[in-house]
């Protein structure tokens, strides 16, 4: 199984802040990455396919990069409405798996 | 608009049974492939199961391999998931997900239903 290494698990930023998630494949998944927002009680909701593409309707601020194994999700300034849980996924091969999550917290 | 609502959680004593069901709507259901992932008490999420158009081919995580089973019926718009000898680390929110084959992702989840295995 190709194992999902997400770093780092949990952070604090303020309003405004540049912030940068990163996903480490265990092996060479290409661009099959994609990443997740979850916030309290809700369902993921998909931001970012094949480690760049920006899904319909997500706000400019997010983009994502890598390929390989190597992968980052950059949140541009961050808006109270960003403060979740972010999931990297992969879709290369069965078992798909998913990262443990970093939780973007208020600082 | 797409919808994914998903039915069937509770309460059951392990080694019991339960059966998922997920609602679909808002979209040609039998052209894609679908999904389960579920997510127990405050974890993350871990894949399950997946199905193709037709149900021809299935998959499934080794934590759940033997033990569950999806199925699909397109005619209904309809996926499920029946879950047999149920143990205490099945508990967790079940969400269905759809799957878009053009860009490998899930793009559509549902609301998740909860499955406590507990006696």
């Known amino acids: 199984d190709i194992q999902m290494t997400q770093s780092p698990s949990s952070l604090s930023a303020s309003v405004g802040d540049r912030v940068t998630i990163t996903c480490r494949a265990s092996?060479?998944?290409?661009?099959?990455l994609n990443w997740y927002q979850q916030k309290p009680r809700k369902a993921p909701k998909l931001l970012i396919y094949?480690?760049?593409s920006l899904q319909t309707g997500v706000p400019s601020r997010f983009s994502g990069s890598g390929s390989g194994t190597d992968f980052t999700l950059t949140i541009s300034s961050l808006q109270p409405e960003d403060f979740a849980i972010y999931y990297c996924?992969?879709?290369?091969?069965?078992?798909?798996?998913f990262g443990r999550g970093t939780n973007v917290e208020i600082k | 608009e797409v919808q994914l609502v998903e039915s069937g959680g509770g309460l059951a004593q392990p080694g019991g049974s339960l059966r998922l069901s997920c609602a679909a709507s808002?979209?040609?259901?039998?052209?894609?492939?679908m999904n389960w992932v579920r997510q127990a008490p405050g974890k993350g999420l871990e894949w399950v199961s997946y199905?193709?158009?037709?149900?021809?081919?299935?998959y499934y995580a080794d934590s759940v391999k033997g033990r569950f089973t999806v199925s699909r019926d397109n005619a209904k718009n309809s996926l499920y998931l029946q879950m047999n000898s149920l143990r205490a680390e099945d508990t967790a929110v079940y969400y269905c997900?759809?799957?878009?084959?053009?860009?490998?992702?899930?793009?559509?989840w549902g609301q998740g239903t909860l499955v406590t295995v507990s006696s």
């Open positions: 997900a759809r799957e878009d084959g053009y860009i490998e992702a899930f793009d559509y």
């Open positions: 808002g979209f040609t259901f039998r052209s894609y492939e």
């Open positions: 199905i193709t158009y037709g149900g021809d081919t299935i």
């Open positions: 092996q060479t998944i290409n661009t099959y």
């Open positions: 094949g480690a760049s």
């Open positions: 996924h992969q879709s290369y091969s069965n078992p798909w798996t």
